[in-house]
C-alpha cells in the first residue's frame, strides 16, 4: 500500500488504482474487473495495519469499474456500497449483465495470459454488481472523525460518473472523468457521453485545490505542479481529439476510417487488455459527439 497523503493510499497495479481513504475507519474508491480485484485482495491481505472499510463508493459504471464489486463485498461484507441514481438504475438493467460478464472475462483471461495474474479468479457473479447507496452531488461520506468526502457530479465520460473531494488532503478522485495517460506521452480523451460536458467538468475539477488527483489508470499526480500539467493536458487533448475527428470528417473520411485511426492511437497500455469490439464502440462514440456538434 503506497501512502499519498495522511489517510489516503492506493493499491492497484497500475493499469487499475484503488484508494483507501481513511485511518480506522475508511472508504474504498474504484471497483475495477475481477482481475483487478483479485490483485487488491492479494495486496490488501497482505497488509498488517488494514482500517475497516466502511463504504465502497462506484465512480461510475462502466465495465472495468463495477466488476470487481462481488470480490469487494466478500472482502468487506459490512460495507455499503454507494454510486451515483444513475449509475445504480444502468446496473440493474439486464440486457447489460451478458455485456459486463463477457468483457470482465475478457481481461481475466488478458491478465492471465501476460502474466499480471497467476491464474483466474472464479466467474462473475453479475447479480452481486450492484449498490445499495445512492450518492449525488452535494452528499458527503462521513467515514471517521475528521473525515467527510465530498461527492461532486462529473458527467462527460459516462451520464452516470462521480468525481469525490477530500479537502483535508487537497485530494480529488475523478475515476475517467479527465481521459488517461497511455505510454507513449498520449492522453487519451474519453469524452463518451459530451465533449462540452467533458471540458466543462474538468473545469469544475481544477476549482478545487489539490495535491493528488486520484485517476483510474495509470499514475497519479501528486503536487501542485503535476496536478495543474494533468488538468491542463486533458483540455488539450480533448481539444487535439475534437480537431482531428472534425478534419477528417470535413474531408468526407468514412467514420469507419476515424475509429480505426483513434483506436489504434489510443488504445494502448492497460486498454489493451480490453476487448477490441468494446472499445471500438466506446471510441467511435468520440466521432458521434464531434459530429453531432457539426
Known sequence: MTQLADRVMVLGNGNFNYFIVGREEAVLIEC???????????????????????YI?????HFDHVCGLPRLKDLFPQAQTAASPAARKIL?????????????????????????????????????????LAVAEGDSLI????????????????????????????????????????PDGLRSPVFFQDYDLYRETIRRLQQYPTEIVGVGHGEIPVGH????????????????????????????QSEQSIVTELYDRYIKGAMSYYPPDLMMGSVSMLVKNVKNRM
Open 32 to 54: 475495477g474487473t475481477s482481475a483487478g480485484a483479485d490483485i487488491f485482495a492479494r495486496q490488501w491481505q497482505a497488509e498488517k495495519n488494514r482500517p475497516r472499510i466502511k
Open 57 to 61: 463508493l462506484v465512480m461510475h459504471s
Open 92 to 132: 440493474a438493467r439486464d440486457k447489460l449483465k451478458p455485456v459486463l460478464i463477457q468483457a470482465d472475462a475478457y481481461v481475466t483471461d488478458a491478465y492471465v495470459r501476460n502474466g499480471l495474474l497467476p491464474d483466474a479468479p472464479g466467474g462473475l457473479d453479475i447479480d452481486r454488481v450492484q449498490a445499495e
Open 143 to 182: 467515514v471517521d472523525e475528521g473525515l467527510q468526502l465530498d461527492i461532486i457530479e462529473a458527467p462527460g465520460h459516462s451520464p452516470c460518473s462521480l468525481a469525490a473531494y477530500f479537502p483535508s488532503a487537497k485530494a480529488m478522485f475523478i475515476s475517467d472523468a479527465a481521459g488517461y495517460q497511455i
Open 225 to 252: 505542479d503535476q496536478v495543474s500539467q494533468f488538468y491542463n493536458r486533458s483540455m488539450e487533448a480533448a481539444a487535439e481529439a475534437f480537431d482531428l475527428i472534425k478534419d477528417r470528417l470535413d474531408r468526407g
